[in-house]
């Protein structure tokens, strides 16, 4: 995986993220050190879950090796096919939690990290340890810009379109899928 490639990944799994923070920004005062508490933990936990599953993914490398490129495959086509289904079903008004407390905030964070942990076992199957840590760091950097962004804009009562987010995300997962097949010489 390239840099562009991890840089598209954080992308695509922190639009989640993205949203939530906006939310919370919006229908809330949340002060700057809130909202910087909001960030960081979205980051770790949208870093974090990528690594554990990466970290699973590559311990059962040696049992599933002659398919591994076909579940990360699956994997990810599974996560960007949800993202996209739920780009369209974003219609509902979003229920916002009270962020006042911390273990709100880390529920939140972990909802929203959940594809990236799924993401992560099949990234695990297809990368170096180094390529891996690389990568979670990227996510980690790129969750907490975007969530400050998202914070921003809900500060600012500016929606984002989490419609055409989720779809563009579930596109880039699919996108990133498809790429992996293409390495193991299947198309």
Known sequence: MTLLESFLLALALCVDSLVVSTTCAMKSKM???RGLLLAFTFALFQGGFP???????NACLSAIESVDHWIAFGLLAAVGIKMIVDGFRSDEEQKVLDISRYWVICTLAVATSIDAFVVGIGFGMNASLARILLTVLIIFIVTFIVSMVGITLGKQHIPVPERWASVLAGLVLIG???KTLYEHGVF
Do not use: E, Q, V
Request: glycine share 24%; charged share 0%; proline share 0%.
């Open 31 to 33: 002060s700057y050190s």
């Open 51 to 57: 690594l554990i599953g990466a970290l699973i993914g």
């Open 176 to 178: 990133l899928g498809i």
